[in-house]
């Protein structure tokens, strides 16, 4: 296990748009693998509504990471990375421990920025309507008064922010470099906060590769409120386009590491017989 301090590299602003260009190249080694890769994962994610096993699911995003982290190194390194690779880090002892305990923090660092955000708004809100969100009823959001839509969005990217913050770095850095969780998250923070002129360069070009994604989330919601029936080959294409978007974050995440702390090589993992689930 590494302990001593970790050499973080300064980069220029203009190494977000390598980064963004470094993923897309990175999906073209292996775009069929890594798509069915991202699929299962997606699938996965669909049961975080579904009561405690969201709970568990959200603990375990660190780990599921990770093990799109390794999907990547072994695409970068010319090999197709087995479905198996996504779960690689399930299997990988006190490793596993930290991911898990680092999902465990990210859940609790949410969840206080939203609470300090929404602190005393959610006074007076009726209790039925609260009971509607809590359960993830969409339809209930309308029915808030506007200024406490914006503070409930406000409070969700505040959560994103630092659970993301959290984990971008750490993730990786306790999966390639076997770091122990403080480290990795002190050198993943300093990371960032080192290079955040090419993190925002990054930022935004991600923002402008998402507007399609968010149009056709927008046309889907709409169309779900006023009860409309959408095509099967609509709703397959934003199924595919969320999840392509979804993959080019994670492999601009990959780029980024690679380029701020380097990556080894990949590790061993069972590989699947060339007859099965060819992709």
């Known amino acids: 296990m590494i302990r001593s301090p970790i050499e973080v590299r300064r980069v220029p602003a203009g190494r977000g748009v390598a980064w963004l260009g470094g993923a ?4 073209r080694k292996q ?3 890594l798509m069915l890769i991202a699929l299962v994962l997606q699938f996965l994610m669909g049961f975080s509504q579904v009561g405690l096993l969201a709970l568990i699911l959200i603990v375990a995003i660190p780990a599921l990471t990770a ?4 999907a990547m190194l072994m695409a970068d390194h010319g090999a197709r990375p087995p479905l198996a690779a996504l779960f690689a880090a399930f299997t990988s002892g006190p490793r596993m421990a930290r991911l898990l305990l680092l999902g465990a923090l990210i859940l609790a660092g949410g969840m206080l ?3 300090l955000v929404l602190s005393g708004s ?5 209790p039925a309507l609260l009971a509607r969100l809590e359960a ?3 339809s209930a959001v309308e029915e808030l008064p506007p200024g406490l839509v914006r503070r409930l969005m406000l409070s ?8 993301g913050s959290l984990s971008y770095f750490a993730v990786p850095l306790v999966w390639f470099r076997d770091c122990p969780l403080g480290l990795a998250i002190r050198s993943g923070l300093v990371g960032m906060l080192r290079n955040w002129a090419a993190f925002l360069v990054l930022a935004l070009l991600l923002a402008v590769l998402a507007m399609p994604v968010a149009i056709l989330t927008a046309i889907v919601f709409t169309a779900s409120q006023a009860g409309a029936a959408m095509s099967p080959v609509f709703t397959v294409l934003m199924l595919l386009l969320v999840v392509a978007f ?5 492999a601009a995440q990959y780029c980024s590491y690679r380029d701020v702390f380097g990556a080894g090589e990949p590790e061993p993992v069972p590989q699947e017989p060339e007859d099965q689930l060819v992709a």
């Open 24 to 27: 897309l190249a990175l999906i």
């Open 31 to 33: 775009p069929a693998r």
């Open 67 to 70: 093990g799109m982290m390794q």
């Open 113 to 115: 920025a939203v609470m």
């Open 122 to 126: 959610l006074a007076g809100l009726d």
């Open 136 to 138: 993830g009823d969409i």
């Open 156 to 163: 969700m990217l505040a959560g994103l922010l630092v659970s």
């Open 246 to 250: 979804q993959l080019t974050l994670f």
